[in-house]
């Protein structure tokens, strides 16, 4: 399940489930959403974006939810592997700026 | 191509000192991003460029001076290092091409203990 403590939120899954991690996002006038993936010691890592005028992405393995009514965000992973194991963030921007703004983010925690 | 690349990957500093983060980006991208991630915390956005000559505060600049002479070079300097910049620090690049979106290309990130 998904826990919010002093440390980044946590979700553990076990292999093969799908994972669904959530995001509340803070601009209701934000026109870009994107989630990143950062792996242990390593840079973030871009995964899957969308546009306030869709309410639904696929990806490979993964779909991205848009709410604008309650500013909610979800990123989906289907059948998770333990190479999902990473912190996931997701990041809003408004389309001129091109400077995002980062959310807290979530470790998923994928155990076999 | 290398894409983004740091060095160095980690230093230590004393209360104090000075130093340099190097930041290079081979893909031509015209903005680049200075950000400090804290641990357990998201990215902040120190400075950023939106081309060479150009330069900008963001959320947390206090302590920190950018220049950015080139498109493929960004180096972040700290004056009077204090551990409050203990961080690890993240340059990232992208592409302004008139898409409504921005995908940022990260680099692997540089450890910095001020002690």
């Known amino acids: 399940g998904e826990s919010v403590g002093l440390h980044l939120p946590t979700l553990s899954v076990q292999e093969g489930d799908n994972s669904i991690i959530n995001c509340a996002y803070s601009?209701?006038?934000?026109?870009?959403f994107i989630w990143y993936k950062q792996e242990s010691g390593k840079g973030p890592q871009f995964i899957i974006d969308?546009?306030?005028?869709?309410d639904k992405r696929q990806g490979q393995r993964v779909t991205v939810l848009l709410n604008k009514t309650v500013k909610h965000l979800s990123l989906q992973i289907a059948a998770t592997q333990p190479g999902d194991s990473a912190v996931y963030f997701c990041a809003e921007g408004l389309g001129g700026s091109y400077i995002p703004t980062f959310g807290r983010g979530t470790s998923l925690i994928v155990h076999p | 191509n290398a894409g983004v690349t740091q060095t160095p990957k980690f230093r230590i500093l004393k209360i104090g000192q000075s130093m340099t983060l190097q930041c290079t980006q081979d893909m031509n991208h015209n903005y680049m991003y200075w950000y400090r991630q804290d641990p357990g915390m998201g990215l902040k956005l120190i400075y950023y460029?939106?081309?060479?000559?150009?330069?900008d505060k963001g959320e947390v600049p206090n302590g920190y001076n950018v220049s950015r002479s080139t498109t493929e070079d960004f180096p972040l300097r700290l004056e009077l290092a204090a551990p409050s910049q203990t961080s690890v620090y993240f340059c990232a690049s992208s592409l302004r091409d008139g898409s409504s979106y921005n995908e940022q290309f990260f680099g692997p990130g540089t450890r910095l203990t001020v002690l």
């Open positions: 601009n209701s006038a934000s026109d870009y």
């Open positions: 460029s939106v081309g060479a000559g150009i330069t």
């Open positions: 969308i546009r306030s005028n869709m």
